[in-house]
């Protein structure tokens, strides 16, 4: 399977903007939904926004929402998260996923279970 590899992590200042990539996500290759999950220090990994192929349907954490875009390039099979206004407590790795098999709703989007592919991960640290 083609890997996911994420890209667009660094360091910024509170306030700041970041816009991380994930190339590789395609529907041909178990893709018919898309996720961005992020692991802090020190805490187990969360969802942070997931997205359906076609880009109609998305969904967010609550306390994200607001700060944080998804979105899909459909012709270049590259997933996004636009990640704006970030704080010192958004410092985490961020992954992106794919998923394809069984439900995929409001209520299970966040489950890791429900992802198959994954990247490696690309560090944000938001400084104060």
């Known amino acids: 399977q083609e890997r996911l590899v994420e890209s667009g992590g660094g360091s910024v200042q509170a306030g700041g903007s970041l816009r991380l990539s994930c190339p590789g996500a395609s529907r041909r290759l178990c893709g018919n939904y898309f996720g961005w999950f992020r692991q802090a220090p020190a805490k187990e990994r969360e969802g942070v926004a997931s997205?359906?192929?076609?880009?109609?349907?998305?969904y967010y954490a609550d306390l994200l929402k607001g700060r944080f875009t998804i979105s899909r390039d459909n012709a270049k099979d590259i997933l996004y998260l636009q990640l704006n206004d970030l704080q010192p407590e958004d410092t985490a790795i961020y992954y992106c996923a794919a998923g394809c098999g069984g439900r995929w709703y409001s209520l299970n989007w966040y489950d890791e279970a429900v992802y198959s592919r994954w990247g490696q991960g690309t560090q944000v640290t938001v400084s104060s």
């Open positions: 997205i359906s192929h076609g880009g109609a349907t998305t």
